[in-house]
């Protein structure tokens, strides 16, 4: 894949490397968004209790969408041999969308509950929201380079 992005944009990724990542973090980010909407989807309109308690519906997807974020972002965006996930990493990530997770509940919350916004238009505009964050903070202090 990394092949593919020098093609594509040779210059502007070697002059900018953190373009590249930001680049493989947006496709990861893709998947995340897509499992996160589907899975807050499903649980929301399979079943009447989710569907009334969508903050543990979103609660459950968010959490299914770092999951594979964490891994992905790993092995894909944030990779190099010297520094592989490991639990330290794993619960600096944890903790940083665990406060993420609270500040979207909140702004979901408010959303929903207040303005009266479509649950599925506010899980969008808070998802653009908690992506640049979740990038800022993965790069800097989650997957830091050590050397």
Not at 10 to 26: D, E, I, M, N
Not at 76 to 96: D, L, M
Not at 101 to 127: M, P, S
């Amino acid at each position: 894949m990394d092949k593919l992005f020098e093609i594509i944009f040779p210059r502007l990724f070697l002059r900018f490397p953190v373009l590249k990542q930001f680049a493989k973090f947006a496709m990861v980010g893709a998947v995340n968004a897509i499992i996160d909407f589907l899975v807050y989807y499903f649980l929301t309109r399979s079943f009447a209790w989710f569907n009334l308690h969508y903050l543990t519906a979103n609660a459950l997807a968010f959490s299914a969408a770092v999951t594979s974020s964490f891994f992905l972002n790993n092995r894909f965006t944030f990779y190099s041999p010297e520094n592989r996930a490991n639990a330290h990493s794993y619960f600096k990530f944890f903790a940083f969308n665990l406060l993420t997770l609270l500040i979207v509940e909140a702004c979901f919350y408010f959303l929903v509950g207040y303005l009266g916004v479509y649950d599925i238009v506010a899980k969008y505009l808070l998802l653009v929201l908690s992506g640049i964050s979740n990038f800022t903070f993965s790069r800097i202090w989650v997957f830091k380079k050590t050397n």
